[in-house]
């Protein structure tokens, strides 16, 4: 008796060719099946349909990213609705705004009448949002004050910026949308990026748009130049020289022998001027603490080009016969 070969997975070639017959008739009524039915009418599906926001694009700005459909219910024919369900040749329902800046959404109910003529052959039943929702602002021009920004420069040790830093020009042009500009306060930062300095300052710098904003506002003119002046403070130390005020006979300082002494920052340019000072420490009996017996010291005089001044010790304690 003849034998009958068998394929690899153990099916004889005549039932592996029966199975490709039963095979290609599932999918031939298959697809008979799904080509009859999306030739009917009275269907219904929701689908996301693409809109266009469409505004006068040199006046107004997006700030964040516009919506780029909705979502429908529609009624049609299978063959409309499956091409509208994946976008297929669909064009977006454009949505005209003259003044996008006036609120920032339009209501749906306003678009049924367009997005159903739109949509023609297909019948719009509802629209399933309320409204949608963007934020478009108008583009304007401003003028901002520059300020140095604080952590793009350091000093160094012991130095100070005298006076005020001054800009040229006084104001920056900024553009850009509205609600963007006036998170900017009416200042606008600017680098300087230099580190210990000692020297007075007159610097031309590129300006620059936050990188986070470089899509969105732009200078109108990207160069400025700042000055100003660095001055020094020296360190110093002196021995004061003791003056009682209003001290009775019987009250002595505990220790008559304290020596005390001051420290402070003098300002490089009044070096010669601190010369002709004497400082005294000023211990006012009249103004002793009743409670512990104490006075503390002051430094007379005082000029104002001294800083960070330190006196030691700086309460005296008194001492009663």
């Known amino acids: 008796m003849p034998e009958t070969k068998k394929s690899s997975k153990g099916i004889s070639p005549k039932k592996l060719s029966d199975l490709k017959v039963v095979v290609l008739c599932i999918a031939a009524a298959t697809t008979f099946w799904i080509l009859n039915a999306l030739n009917k009418d009275d269907y219904n599906t929701i689908v996301d349909f693409p809109i266009e926001i469409v505004y006068d694009e040199e006046d107004y700005m997006p700030v964040k990213k516009l919506p780029a459909s909705i979502q429908i219910e529609i009624n049609g024919n299978g063959w409309d609705l499956l091409r509208k ?6 064009s977006p329902f454009p949505i005209n705004l003259e003044n996008p800046a ?7 109910s306003d678009l ?3 997005l159903g003529e739109f949509l023609s052959p297909t019948q719009l039943i509802s629209v399933l949002e309320d409204s949608i929702s963007y934020q478009i602002d108008a583009i304007k021009t401003i003028k901002l004050v520059p300020k140095l920004d604080s952590l793009s420069y350091s000093l160094a040790k012991n130095h100070r910026i005298l006076d005020d830093i001054t800009f040229t020009p006084t104001t920056i042009s900024l553009k850009g949308p509205t609600s963007v500009l ?8 600017v680098q300087l990026n230099e580190n210990k300095i000692t020297e007075n300052v007159n610097k031309n710098l590129t300006l620059e748009v936050p990188e986070n904003l470089e899509n969105v506002i732009s200078l109108v003119e990207d160069q400025i130049n700042v000055q100003f002046e660095v001055i020094s403070f020296l360190e110093g130390n002196k021995r004061l020289k003791v003056k009682k005020i209003n001290f009775p006979r019987t009250v002595t300082m505990e ?14 340019r009044k070096v010669n001027e601190l010369k002709d000072l004497e400082f005294e420490a000023i211990l006012d009996y009249s103004k002793r603490n009743r409670e512990d017996s104490t006075i503390n010291v002051v430094v007379k005089p005082m000029p104002d080009y001294l800083e960070q001044v330190k006196v030691t010790p700086e309460i005296i304690k008194l001492k009663y016969e």
């Open 182 to 189: 006036e998170k900017f306060d009416g200042t606008y930062p």
């Open 85 to 90: 369900y994946f976008n297929i040749n669909e």
């Open 255 to 268: 220790n008559e022998e304290v020596t005390i002494m001051m420290s402070y920052l003098v300002d490089g």
């Open 102 to 108: 006036e609120r920032n959404y339009v209501l749906t």
């Open 112 to 114: 049924k009448r367009p």
